[in-house]
């Protein structure tokens, strides 16, 4: 699976984002979905996941009420909605996929296939 990332860019605090993220081959509705993102001088750190139907989701309480992590099996994608963003929330963000549940996963551990990543900045 091959993975590509897009939609970062640079915002002002309080606005908003979608990042989308693509995926390669035929079997993406096999795959559990999750974004992480690293700032710089800290470790990638788990924002939310999606199950393979999309039934089930997850944050970070960071992110809760604010992001939203949503996907669309026909067209091989994932998105996160980012709403009123914050400066700590710039950071490079990457999306993951990992066959190894057929639930949630919140560990980076767990993924085996990583985008190239897209960077947020979100000024003050």
């Known amino acids: 699976v091959q993975l590509v990332e897009s939609g970062g860019g640079l915002v002002q605090a309080e606005g908003f984002l979608r990042l989308s993220c693509a995926a390669s081959?035929?079997?993406?509705?096999?795959?559990?979905m999750g974004w992480f993102r690293q700032a710089p001088g800290k470790e990638r750190e788990f924002v939310s996941t999606i199950s393979r139907s999309g039934g089930s989701t997850y944050y970070t309480d960071s992110v809760k009420g604010r992001f939203t992590i949503s996907r669309d099996n026909a067209r091989n994608t994932v998105y996160l909605q980012m709403n009123s963003l914050k400066p700590e929330d710039t950071a490079v963000y990457y999306c993951?996929?990992?066959?190894?549940?057929?639930?949630?996963?919140?560990?980076?551990?767990?993924?085996?296939?990583w985008g190239q990543g897209t960077q947020v900045t979100v000024s003050s």
């Open positions: 081959g035929r079997t993406f509705s096999s795959y559990a």
């Open positions: 993951a996929a990992t066959a190894a549940t057929t639930g949630l996963a919140s560990e980076p551990r767990m993924y085996s296939y």
